[in-house]
């Protein structure tokens, strides 16, 4: 099965500084995938070497098998990009947009376009300037989706929308992929959306991969448990620790692995994903990524 | 492609347009004038003795009077290199907006190449149509009208200024990537380039002659306005020794003179000579633009 | 037009495709989905509640295996045949008065909402040993 996105030992670097560092992502077909970080982090890079709009210094990226340096053509044609702050042209009109998107693309459904468009009221006579986010958004969306394209990517795309414009968004996007099965990487800060959009996650801290999993299989294998102080050189066997965190009184572990008896004074506390995400955002060290393609094809 | 070409520029295309139509306009109207005036109107003569006196003559006296068209005749150039050159991939990339053409369903190479062809050639062809009626309305002057003057306003010249301009233009905005200061750099370098080659590389395409003569009149505009005379004559006395460039009181008895000068037969073979040198920059410059823009990412 | 429409709680701890279920039963219980009608497709939830599309699938996939609803590839999910008989409204709006009276007895009594729930459970639990045995 050809990945949507796989990258190996990718890496970028722009000047002195590698904003993506020995980055090694696999994104499987039909999931939603999310991709989160702190603002420079290399989301938008690794978004950009995926649509072809930047080219590796290091290591290689492949989407559907082909390199975007060599084939760009055939993946164009199969992959569609919304940039951060969804850029279009602002003195086209709606229309004019939808003429462009018809004039550069190969496989170009119109109609569909258009009536997605006319379903959300927006006139395709108004100049894209005079649009409000939301619509702005929207017209993007459509145009990205108006070739039909197997793998979707997305820079933040809501990040400026109020949480209606930002609902909408979702459901179209959400019921676009319900129709076509497409394959989506999603840039985003709003965990909620993430956790109601996403099945697979990607953290990027300081240009490498931190975690990258299924969502459903985090949320399992990750705990929080709190019990009375430990001593600094306690050990805990059989699982992994992620983060811990002292008072005087406490000791807070996330850890990862299958729950642990717990002693006297332990109890385990919910962990939801957002805090998930933020105890491996404050714990750059770190690190939980999918095992090896060799262990899956031999269990 | 075609229609997003046109959609995008056609602003410019509307001003660009308006300019020439305008420039050519005026060139051919008096040029029209004079021809209908008179045989050959010389322009050590005067123009105002050429035309005549009805409102349509009047028309052209005032064009002639202000020089508007020889001077917008060397502007042109520089303001389709700067105003359409410079924010051609400028203003994509300052906009954002390369994220998404360069992510439809053609190639930067394509995009690049198609949007230049159908922008570049109708604006020198425009400007090709401008020049070569300065060359006509110089024609309707006789025989003796000294061309070498207005060098920079005629065929083949300004359509190859043109294109140097704009590629000039599309070069500075792709690597710059901001509108206004391609087109800072683009006015700077083309202004730069056109007065270092009229200046310092003109007068060297063919090895200029050397008129000696001891007739002292017989050198300069006066003598022979269709040729182009360097520098300043140099005045000999009778032994050979060099007295200067200048007749005055002081100066001792001239015996012969020499000024070196290019011929008026060689006059097209300059032009064609420069509008070659200006096409080839241009061509080097687009191609240095194009791939700048299809390997530079963003 | 879907004949039931979901709305989802992101605080509730309780995961998506769970409160999917839940309402679907919710909807069975009260009569609003009787047997052989057809439960919005996949792309009418996500594209009114903004789901992954996958979440949904599991929702309808897991209320199948329970018997509840039949999926017919190509047409869509359907309310099994079989499923059991909607409580009527009256005996619902009775049975919770009732509980509510109970459950003022037992905060007069001292009981706080947590035992409470404790207790509930516990005789559940309890019945369904019995019902076993």
Known sequence: MIAPIEATGLGKRFGRTWALDDCSIRVPAGKIAGLVGPNGAGKTTFLHLAAGLLRPTAGEI????????????????????????????SGFSVGDMLRF?????????QADVEERLRSLDIPFDKRVGQLSGGQRSQVALALALGKHPEL???????ARLDPLARREFMQRLTEAVAEEGSTVLLSSHVMADLERVCDYLIIIAAGRVQVAGEIEALLASHHLIVGPRLNANARLSGVELVKAQHTERQSSLWIRGPVPELGAGWREEPLPLEE?????????RAVTLPRPQLEEAAS | MTWVTWRQHRLEALWALVLAVLLGGSVGYVALQLSIASGSCPRTIGFSTCLSSDPFGQIAQAILRFNLAQYGLVVFPALAGAF??????????ENGTQHLAWTQGVTRMRWLLVKLALVFV?????????????????NVQGPQVNRWDIFDQQAPVVPAATFFALALGVAFGAVIGRSIPAMAATLLAFVGARIGIAELVRSHYIAPLMKTTHDLSAVGNQADPTAWWLGFPDYYDSTG?????LLG???????????????GDRFWAFQTIEAAILCGLALLIVGCAVYWVTRRAT | MALISFHLDANSGVSYYVQLMQQVRQALLFGLLKAGDQLPTVKEVVAQVALNPNTVLRAYRDLEHEGLVLSRPGLGTFVASNVPPAVAQSSYRLLRTELERWIRKAHEAGLDDDTLAALVAHVLHARAQDVVA
């Open chain 1, 101 to 109: 998107g018809r004039e550069l693309n190969r496989r170009w459904d």
């Open chain 2, 249 to 263: 009181p002081s100066a001792g008895q001239p015996s012969y003179v020499t000024q070196s000068f290019q011929p």
């Open chain 2, 122 to 138: 109708p604006l020198i062809a425009a400007a090709a149509l401008v020049g070569y009626l300065e060359v006509v309305f110089l």
């Open chain 1, 152 to 158: 979707l990517l997305l820079d933040e795309p809501v």
């Open chain 1, 276 to 284: 998930l995400v933020i105890t491996y955002l404050s714990a750059p």
């Open chain 1, 62 to 89: 492949t989407v559907f098998g082909r390199s975007p340096q060599g084939q760009l053509l055939l993946l164009l044609d199969r992959v569609g990009f919304v940039a951060q702050d969804t850029p279009l042209y």
């Open chain 2, 241 to 245: 020794h060099l007295l200067g460039n």
């Open chain 2, 84 to 93: 359409i050159g410079a924010p051609f991939v400028a203003r994509e990339i």
